[in-house]
């Protein structure tokens, strides 16, 4: 459906992006900061020209500067959703719904009835009179989807759609899109920066860094498998590069881990924070990978605190409460650290079918 090679230079940044969506699929692109996520939206959109490369939906190129081929914004097969939605403040929700559809070319009538039938399927029927001033942030956000998906887009694109909402109204409205998704037959692609969201939303996750892809795959392969730091944070895991002989990894500096799974070669090491054990002094009859470290920090995590520790290497534990208090936890503090060796996991560095790596 989506098969496109986004290549967009801005400054001295570049953008080097292949990208393809099937129909009905849901693609999470994520990445930290700067790397890259709003010029591939934007891109898409037509907001910004390819540099290099193309982009073609439903077999017909929107962007090609090769072949001087550029479609603009405005008749390509693609309804946005933006972080803040961006509706029309003085039109009503039937009217910004509507908008799309009447520029498609349908009729005032039949445009306000694709637009009523919309507002009726995210639940927002009795609300079709209102200003966007008018709506709620998680009803602005449901009639921003109505709008954009009014206009049987080939290609949905999310934009932080749920980060404008508290805690409460994303997890309803977060469920609401899933349901919309599922019945959405286009391509969809979803940029965000939670996890969560892409978790719940995506079938297929992509993670660029500096421009380039740096990870991609199925939610399950990625989260179990990470191949960088923003990746093992992203998904909660303590990771290493290092080189295994057997079950000996050597990571930083040298710094040996003992592993149950055996591997030759460069390789990296993944662990959970709940695989982290703390003690106040060095365990006796300990697990061998033991060493002493000095606590960093400490947050909240679930019902759990999470501890960030620094030494020879740095990694993050996560604790009960209870144990904390037995521990008398305070930054600054000298803790012996514990992991056990059947709780890490250990694969090969030289990406395989995870794409760069
Ligand atoms: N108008 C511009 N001119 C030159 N460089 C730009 C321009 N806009 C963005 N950039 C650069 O392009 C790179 C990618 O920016 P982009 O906004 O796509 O990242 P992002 O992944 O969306 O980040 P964030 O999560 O912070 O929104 C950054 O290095 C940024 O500094």
Redesign the pocket.
């Known amino acids: 459906m989506l098969d496109a090679h986004l290549v967009v230079d ?2 001295t ?1 570049r953008l080097d992006l292949p990208l393809t969506i099937r129909p009905g699929e849901v693609v999470a692109l994520l ?1 930290p ?7 591939a939206l934007r891109a898409l959109a037509g907001l910004l020209p390819l540099t290099d490369g193309h982009l073609n939906l439903t077999g017909r190129h929107l962007d090609h500067p090769g072949r001087r081929i550029w479609i603009p914004t405005e008749r390509r097969p693609i309804g946005v959703v933006f972080q803040d939605y961006l509706l029309f403040p003085h039109l009503t929700a039937l009217d910004n719904v509507a908008f799309g559809p009447r520029r498609q070319g349908l009729d005032r009538q039949r445009a306000r009835q694709r637009a009523a039938d919309w507002l009726a399927r995210v639940g927002l029927a009795e609300h079709a009179r209102r200003k966007p001033r008018q709506l709620s942030g998680g009803q602005a956000q449901r009639v921003a989807l109505a709008r954009a998906l009014a206009v049987e887009p080939a290609l949905l694109l999310l934009d932080e759609p749920l980060a404008a909402l508290d805690a409460r109204t994303r997890l309803d409205t977060r469920a609401q899109l899933q349901h919309h998704l599922a019945g959405h037959p286009g391509a969809t692609l979803l940029v965000t ?1 939670d996890p969560v969201d892409a978790v719940v939303l995506a079938d297929r996750l992509v993670i660029i860094e500096g421009g380039q892809v740096v990870q991609e795959g199925d939610v399950t392969t990625v989260t179990a498998q990470p191949r960088t730091d923003y990746v093992a944070r992203l998904v909660g895991l303590n990771l290493y590069r290092g080189h295994a002989d057997g079950h000996l990894v050597l990571i930083t500096d040298g710094f040996p881990l003992v592993t149950n799974d055996r591997q030759d070669g460069d390789v990296f090491v993944a662990f959970a924070p709940s695989a982290v054990a703390l003690h106040p002094h060095r365990p006796e009859g300990s697990p061998r990978n033991t060493w002493p470290a000095t606590v960093v920090g400490v947050q909240r995590h679930g019902d759990n605190l999470r501890v960030q520790l620094d030494g020879r290497v740095t990694v993050a534990a996560d604790i009960t409460p209870a144990a904390a208090a037995h521990l008398r936890l305070a930054p600054g503090q000298t803790l012996w650290v514990a992991v056990k060796a059947a709780e890490t996991r250990v694969y090969p560095a030289a990406a395989a079918a995870t794409g760069a790596g």
């Open positions: 801005r400054g940044f990445g900061n700067g790397a890259g996520k709003t010029t920066h």
